[in-house]
């Protein structure tokens, strides 16, 4: 079973960087699709990146400034230059399809606070 967790969120300046964490606790790391969502208050969740083995996309208004990767055991977004406008809850999202619409993935980590301060 799929048991998504996502760490390293918290407050950081705008202008600074702060990386999360995703690690699937139920198993060992294998899934092809993995991506990161946000919602912030009062809005709904948007797409944030998505990464398979081959491949990476990035909603337009991170591009440049996040990056997603993986290794075995974890999915990372980088986050630098953050903004004000950043600040949200970040979810963690795996498998179904490397797509930018959430329902399309399978399963959901409880999501990591990130506070970005002017």
């Known amino acids: 079973q799929v048991q998504l967790v996502e760490s390293g969120g918290g407050l950081v300046q705008a202008g600074g960087s702060l990386r999360l964490s995703c690690a699937d606790s139920g198993r060992t790391f294998s899934s092809d699709v993995m991506g990161w969502f946000r919602q912030a208050p009062g809005k709904e969740r948007e797409f944030v990146a998505w990464?398979?083995?081959?491949s990476t996309y990035y909603a337009d208004s991170v591009k440049g400034r996040f990056t997603i990767s993986r290794d075995n055991a974890k999915v990372y977004l980088q986050m630098n230059s953050r903004k004000p406008e950043d600040t949200a809850v970040y979810y963690c999202a795996a498998e179904g399809l490397a797509s930018v619409v959430a329902r399309n993935y399978d399963y959901w980590g409880q999501g990591t606070q990130v506070t970005v301060s002017s």
């Open positions: 990464i398979t083995n081959r």
